[in-house]
């Protein structure tokens, strides 16, 4: 009997090993494949920002190979992601870089997620691999990080939708804040705020949550005690957006939400309730209209998933930039792609996008492009404006 | 802080109080039997809360049917794991620890792929608001307190007023002499397995509607269970319901004046506190 049953443990530890170990999901590497790694959330609350970016880079990465790959100093090169969900814990994501680097022996990397981008900052370094992270980190974009090029419009960038607020709707004054708890949370609300209160505005609340907060009454409660007119969650993920606005609500606030990092507000009304995501302000996603390239986008998308996901949109940029950057530079070598990002325009489904920010961030590797605003109308995310950024 | 705000903190606190009760209702009563921990409570509070996403959710069942569905399942599942786990190791607390963990792990692993990556969410059962003293509350927060003392009382009248629950007071106070007296140990000691997952699928079922679904959700709502039981004293049912309740209006209260981490700090501090002078918790007894 004791034999059987410590079989029996056997085996399912085994199975467990085997579950959390997993593997990539790759096709069989060779030597004229580029591999890309991403390290991104493809499971828990932050899932609607990893699920739609492995899918934009293979998608990318397929049409290019679909057309006979890369030319590359000569040579034909074909392009494959290599994934790993990091479900954004920290420590994950620290494990998933290090696979990539050590066993996949990626030398190009996406990761999403500022805290876990943050913490892999001197791994990548060290290893000399290019980074293309969608990931809020203050001085994540620095001199001191060349080979790191942020690929998605960060609180510096996107803060200047507060301009468009304060002239469209003089009447909000009070700003409260509510976001995680961690590198993300505080650096996005830090510029927020500082960007907000040089314009009038009033913060009479700044809240900090632990990633996979599901009760957030009490502190809602302390929140709107201070009666804000409108509550930024920036840098939240939808499943936790959601449950605020959902929570806010029932305590009886009325006011506007607003997200300027990026958020899929049919996951957020999917949880909160589509009443109470009306009139929501997010940065980064846009249901409706869409220019000819993202509706051509969207058209090969979801043949491909089955399903339309318009977070995918501003997260194809990683795979945009590397593209471009690798053909300037006609060469596989990080430092040569780096110089290359420096100075390459490309297209994005926005249109015209670059590396820039120099002149905030003392290095050029911070994309910069006409970035879309959306306000939820009737339950959909309809974009009132694009705006340039505020630095070259 | 005004008496409006804090009338509302607290009674969010019972509400929060409410559920915490639930969670550490089944935790405790295992303990208290089998002096075991079980790991896999939430793991099932997490099924329980699936069990209604499909039933109630995406198949259409009523409500109510899908809550007792989910207490059923989860409670033959309590059995199932009673049989293949703890009875081949008679009982060692190691091993079913051990075994449970893995069997955590196991069943938090294959959620993602049987459920989807994605979060899910559960349409609203109770609709509206209802003013308590004043003070604004969802009707689904409010049900949360009349399921938790229905569910309490029932325990309390199972466990002293059915000839189960005397064997299971019998098994508690001494396993040996029980079996002595005729007591069938291991069908009790399945039984308890059964009831602490149906308590854990209640709590789960409960929560469904009110927030999101994941594989790991049961994680955060375990520990404060395990807060609790041992606030409340390990093996105590009267210590859960104390425990919870107070650990609800700690965090809701201290939440809302000082802020979240406080609140997480405080609760520890608190617990420290009492065991230095009552080791065994508010109404636990040396094991």
């Given at each position: 009997?004791?034999?059987?049953?410590?079989?029996?443990?056997?085996?399912?530890?085994?199975?467990?090993?085997?579950?959390?170990?997993?593997?990539?999901?790759?096709?069989?590497?060779?030597?004229?494949?580029?591999k890309v790694g991403v390290s991104?959330?493809?499971?828990?609350?932050?899932?609607?920002?990893?699920?739609?970016?492995?899918?934009?880079?293979?998608?990318?990465?397929?049409?290019?190979?679909?057309?006979?790959?890369?030319?590359?100093?000569?040579?034909?090169?074909?392009?494959?992601?290599?994934?790993?969900?990091?479900?954004?814990?920290?420590?994950?994501?620290?494990?998933?870089?290090?696979?990539?680097?050590?066993?996949?022996?990626?030398?190009?990397?996406?990761?999403?997620?500022?805290?876990?981008?943050?913490?892999?900052?001197?791994?990548?370094?060290?290893?000399?691999?290019?980074?293309?992270?969608?990931?809020?980190?203050?001085?994540?974009?620095?001199?001191?990080?060349?080979?790191?090029?942020?690929?998605?419009?960060?609180?510096?960038?996107?803060?200047?939708?507060?301009?468009?607020?304060?002239?469209?709707?003089?009447?909000?004054?009070?700003?409260?804040?509510?976001?995680?708890?961690?590198?993300?949370?505080?650096?996005?609300?830090?510029?927020?705020?500082?960007?907000?209160?040089?314009?009038?505005?009033?913060?009479?609340?700044k809240e900090f949550f632990e990633?996979?907060?599901?009760?957030?009454?009490?502190?809602?409660?302390?929140?709107?005690?201070?009666?804000?007119?409108?509550?930024?969650?920036?840098?939240?993920?939808?499943?936790?957006?959601?449950?605020?606005?959902?929570?806010?609500?029932?305590?009886?606030?009325k006011g506007r939400f607003i997200?300027?990092?990026?958020?899929?507000?049919?996951?957020?009304?999917?949880?909160?309730?589509?009443?109470?995501?009306?009139?929501?302000?997010?940065?980064?996603?846009?249901?409706?209209?869409?220019?000819?390239?993202?509706?051509?986008?969207?058209?090969?998308?979801?043949?491909?998933?089955?399903?339309?996901?318009?977070?995918?949109?501003?997260?194809?940029?990683?795979?945009?930039?590397?593209?471009?950057?690798?053909?300037?530079?006609?060469?596989?070598?990080?430092?040569?792609?780096?110089?290359?990002?420096?100075?390459?325009?490309?297209?994005?489904?926005?249109?015209?996008?670059?590396?820039?920010?120099?002149?905030?961030?003392?290095?050029?590797?911070?994309?910069?492009?006409?970035?879309?605003?959306?306000?939820?109308?009737?339950?959909?995310?309809?974009?009132?404006?694009?705006?340039?950024?505020?630095?070259? | 802080?005004?008496?409006?705000?804090?009338?509302?903190?607290?009674?969010?606190?019972?509400?929060?109080?409410?559920?915490?009760?639930?969670?550490?209702?089944?935790?405790?009563?295992?303990?208290?039997?089998?002096?075991?921990?079980?790991?896999?409570?939430?793991?099932?509070?997490?099924?329980?809360?699936?069990?209604?996403?499909?039933?109630?959710?995406?198949?259409?069942?009523?409500?109510?049917?899908?809550?007792?569905?989910?207490?059923?399942?989860?409670?033959?599942?309590?059995?199932?794991?009673?049989?293949?786990?703890?009875?081949?190791?008679?009982?060692?607390?190691?091993?079913?620890?051990?075994?449970?963990?893995?069997?955590?792990?196991?069943?938090?692993?294959?959620?993602?792929?049987?459920?989807?990556?994605?979060?899910?969410?559960?349409?609203?059962?109770?609709?509206?608001?209802?003013?308590?003293?004043?003070?604004?509350?969802?009707?689904?927060?409010?049900?949360?307190?009349?399921?938790?003392?229905?569910?309490?009382?029932?325990?309390?009248?199972?466990?002293?007023?059915?000839?189960?629950?005397?064997?299971?007071?019998?098994?508690?106070?001494?396993?040996?002499?029980?079996?002595?007296?005729?007591?069938?140990?291991?069908?009790?000691?399945?039984?308890?397995?059964?009831?602490?997952?149906?308590?854990?699928?209640?709590?789960?079922?409960?929560?469904?509607?009110?927030?999101?679904?994941?594989?790991?959700?049961?994680?955060?709502?375990?520990?404060?269970?395990?807060?609790?039981?041992?606030?409340?004293?390990?093996?105590?049912?009267?210590?859960?319901?104390?425990?919870?309740?107070?650990?609800?209006?700690?965090?809701?209260?201290?939440?809302?004046?000082?802020?979240?981490?406080?609140?997480?700090?405080?609760?520890?501090?608190?617990?420290?506190?009492?065991?230095?002078?009552?080791?065994?918790?508010?109404?636990?007894?040396?094991?």
């Open positions: 009997m004791r034999q059987r049953y410590f079989a029996f443990l056997s085996l399912m530890l085994c199975t467990i090993v085997a579950l959390s170990v997993g593997g990539p999901d790759r096709v069989q590497a060779a030597d004229n494949v580029i991104a959330p493809l499971s828990g609350p932050a899932a609607p920002w990893g699920i739609p970016h492995k899918q934009a880079m293979e998608l990318v990465f397929e049409e290019v190979n679909s057309q006979g790959g890369l030319d590359i100093g000569g040579k034909k090169y074909k392009l494959e992601v290599v994934a790993y969900d990091h479900k954004y814990v920290i420590a994950e994501g620290v494990a998933t870089v290090n696979r990539l680097i050590a066993k996949d022996d990626v030398k190009y990397l996406t990761i999403l997620g500022g805290a876990v981008a943050k913490a892999n900052e001197e791994a990548v370094n060290e290893a000399g691999v290019l980074v293309l992270p969608l990931a809020y980190a203050e001085g994540l974009v620095s001199p001191k990080n060349p080979l790191i090029f942020h690929s998605f419009p960060a609180p510096p960038e996107t803060a200047t939708f507060w301009k468009w607020v304060k002239e469209k709707h003089p009447e909000i004054q009070k700003l409260a804040t509510i976001s995680p708890n961690d590198d993300t949370g505080w650096w996005s609300i830090k510029v927020e705020t500082q960007y907000t209160e040089k314009l009038g505005y009033t913060t009479v609340a990633r996979g907060l599901t009760d957030f009454n009490p502190i809602l409660l302390r929140m709107l005690a201070q009666k804000p007119d409108i509550v930024s969650v920036n840098a939240a993920p939808a499943g936790s957006v959601g449950l605020i606005i959902k929570q806010a609500r029932e305590l009886g606030f997200h300027i990092g990026q958020l899929d507000t049919s996951v957020v009304a999917g949880i909160a309730g589509k009443d109470h995501v009306e009139g929501m302000w997010v940065h980064g996603f846009v249901e409706t209209p869409l220019p000819e390239a993202v509706k051509s986008w969207k058209e090969r998308y979801t043949k491909k998933y089955g399903e339309w996901n318009a977070t995918s949109i501003d997260f194809a940029n990683p795979a945009f930039a590397f593209i471009a950057g690798i053909k300037k530079a006609q060469s596989l070598d990080p430092k040569k792609i780096a110089q290359a990002l420096q100075s390459v325009e490309f297209e994005n489904l926005w249109g015209k996008a670059r590396f820039g920010g120099k002149d905030f961030y003392g290095t050029n590797n911070q994309i910069v492009y006409a970035m879309p605003f959306s306000e939820v109308k009737a339950g959909v995310a309809t974009m009132i404006v694009q705006l340039p950024p505020p630095h070259n | 802080m005004t008496f409006e705000l804090l009338l509302q903190s607290m009674i969010i606190g019972l509400s929060l109080g409410s559920t915490y009760i639930l969670m550490a209702l089944g935790l405790t009563l295992m303990f208290g039997m089998m002096h075991i921990i079980n790991f896999t409570h939430g793991a099932v509070y997490m099924l329980g809360a699936f069990v209604i996403y499909y039933g109630f959710g995406q198949w259409g069942l009523p409500y109510g049917v899908t809550f007792f569905l989910a207490m059923l399942l989860l409670g033959i599942f309590g059995f199932v794991i009673e049989r293949c786990i703890y009875r081949p190791v008679h009982g060692g607390v190691e091993a079913t620890l051990v075994a449970l963990i893995a069997m955590t792990t196991l069943i938090q692993s294959l959620g993602y792929p049987i459920f989807g990556t994605l979060d899910k969410h559960v349409p609203t059962v109770f609709h509206g608001m209802y003013a308590i003293l004043g003070v604004g509350i969802s009707a689904e927060r409010l049900m949360i307190i009349p399921v938790a003392v229905v569910l309490v009382v029932g325990l309390y009248l199972f466990i002293n007023k059915t000839k189960m629950g005397a064997a299971m007071r019998a098994i508690e106070q001494d396993k040996e002499a029980a079996a002595l007296q005729g007591v069938n140990v291991h069908l009790v000691n399945a039984m308890a397995f059964g009831v602490g997952f149906a308590l854990a699928a209640a709590s789960g079922a409960l929560m469904a509607p009110i927030f999101k679904l994941d594989p790991m959700m049961g994680e955060q709502p375990l520990l404060k269970a395990f807060i609790i039981i041992i606030l409340g004293g390990l093996g105590s049912v009267p210590g859960a319901i104390l425990g919870g309740l107070i650990l609800g209006q700690i965090d809701s209260i201290v939440a809302t004046v000082l802020g979240l981490e406080p609140a997480f700090l405080l609760s520890f501090v608190f617990i420290i506190l009492l065991l230095l002078f009552k080791p065994t918790g508010l109404f636990g007894h040396e094991v």
